[in-house]
């Protein structure tokens, strides 16, 4: 084996002896003029303009597990937008508890961190917001998955917080609860303190709402606070029954919110009138629900149509390799600062899935996930947001307009913000990332229209193929 190797190593430099000496020039092209021209596919380059219009969402799945946002705020672009949410909450504990008798309310209080906010104005990071909670007539449950609104008969219109609570937008927000429906908790049988579900399902979920800034008011603040470290503090005083004689105690059980359980985010905007199907020199977009940059399928079609017929291309042998979407906006020494606090970090296509039991959800393109593709980041430098379509503008060439129509929610484009989430395999080291519909982060930004001479693009790299015998 030893002189094998040494045999295999010596052949090899003396091979790269020759190699060195000879200077050979290596001609990469060598064979290329005996490919047929038929068989040799040739890359094209063409530029779109992108049709776009302002659309909203028809809802917005809003279920989450760590995340509620909370708050409100008016714009001169927008007007007013609410967010809400309601979560669930129950007892926990690995062993049984005994409660005692005669068990009297001290205090009950509940706590969320806050994880980030959204101010339009800086000099409103302390606004003063009023913040009341409610009793749900629900469990948040995956029926509130694919829709984000609030019913006047999903919740109990009196409030169950002692009088509200003034928050100025801290690290913590902490909300005290009515003696009387603190004490309610401490009528769960053994059963629900023993069942989360059986809990929750008597005592249902708590809603969070916030007042509108004043009429007339321009601005406000959006929080987004943890659930999956928020809890109920419940002190109560008891009588021991576990032995005669015991003098009467203090105590204090935690209930934990939102955490291996739902939160569900409601929210509302005065934008609707916004929408235009007409062509516009800007657009301007925000975030969650509200106003998009909106592509429809059925113009984005035509015009794909168009350009191939007019070339006299056949639609099936179109072979898309990129397909690249930009979309300008403008900046300046004024608007700079707005952009860098309010615009989305990205604006990435979303479409509306079916899923399997026949609900249509909102979920960024597939595209998405290809290796090496743009998902949408904003270019700050190029004050542009770019990202990669190649697929589905393939099946959009590929397809009749009639498929298109029949199924126009898997290929109509509303451009949203898109978050990720990695997750990593303990055994392997290999990591997963998934992408969606950002679901908290409110964004406003205004980017260039059709209508502006640095309108949205679609570039797309091309080849013919030719299976000509």
């Known amino acids: 084996m030893h002189s094998r190797f040494r045999a295999v190593a010596l052949s090899f430099m003396i091979s790269l002896a020759f190699a060195a000496s000879s200077c050979i020039d290596v001609d990469n092209t060598l064979g290329v003029n005996n490919i047929p021209d038929e068989y040799a596919l040739k890359l094209q380059t063409v530029t779109l303009g992108l049709p776009l219009q302002t659309k909203m969402l028809d809802s917005m799945q809003s279920l989450n597990t760590s995340n509620a946002v909370l708050g409100a705020f008016r714009t001169e672009e927008f007007g007013l937008t609410t967010h809400s949410f309601a979560t669930n909450y129950y007892f926990y504990s690995t062993k049984k508890v005994d409660l005692g008798s005669d068990r009297r309310i001290k205090h009950a ?21 009023n913040i009341h909670v409610y009793q749900m007539n629900k469990v948040v449950d995956t029926t509130y998955k694919y829709n984000c609104d609030l019913k006047d008969s999903d919740y109990n219109h009196i ?4 009088n509200g609570v003034v928050y100025t937008g801290g690290d913590t927000l902490r909300l005290y609860l009515k003696n009387s429906y603190a004490k309610k908790i401490l009528t769960a049988t053994q059963r629900e303190l023993d069942s989360s579900a059986a809990f929750m399902d008597r005592f249902k979920a708590i809603l969070f709402t916030c007042d509108a800034p004043e009429e007339g008011t321009i601005g406000g603040r959006l929080n987004v606070f943890r659930t999956s470290d928020a809890y109920i503090y419940l002190t109560f005083n008891f009588q021991p029954t576990w032995k005669s004689g015991l003098p009467r105690k203090d105590t204090t059980i935690v209930l934990p919110l939102g955490s291996n359980t739902y939160t569900q ?56 390799c990129k397909a690249l979407y930009k979309l300008p906006f403008v900046t300046d020494n004024s608007t700079v600062n707005n952009i860098n606090r309010c615009f989305p970090a990205s604006l990435y296509p979303n479409n509306k899935e079916k899923d399997t039991s026949n609900h249509f959800y909102y979920a960024p393109l597939e595209d998405v996930y290809a290796s090496g593709n743009a998902v949408g980041a904003a270019n700050r430098s190029l004050s542009y947001y770019s990202g990669d379509i190649s697929s589905q503008i393939q099946q959009m060439c590929n397809k009749d307009r009639s498929e298109i129509a029949a199924n126009w929610k898997r290929y109509a484009m509303w451009f949203s913000t898109v978050a990720s989430s990695t997750t990593s395999n303990y055994y392997t080291s290999a990591s997963t990332t998934n992408y969606t519909l950002d679901r908290t982060a409110y964004s406003v930004a205004r980017i260039n229209g059709p209508l502006h001479a640095n309108h949205p693009t679609l570039e797309i790299v091309f080849a013919l193929m030719n299976d000509e015998e």
Not at 117 to 123: R, V
Not at 159 to 162: G, N
Not at 270 to 285: D, F, G, N, R
């Open 109 to 129: 209080y509940l706590t969320f961190t806050r994880s980030s906010n959204l101010i339009l104005d800086p000099s409103q990071q302390g606004l003063p917001q």
């Open 265 to 320: 985010n409601f929210s509302t905007y005065s934008s609707k009138p916004l929408e235009k199907v007409e062509p516009q020199e800007y657009l301007t977009v925000e975030g969650l629900g509200g106003l998009k940059a909106y592509t429809d399928p059925l113009a984005l079609k035509d015009m794909l149509d168009h350009w191939m017929s007019s070339n006299g291309y056949d639609p099936k042998k179109i072979l898309i």
């Open 159 to 162: 409030p169950i917080d002692t």
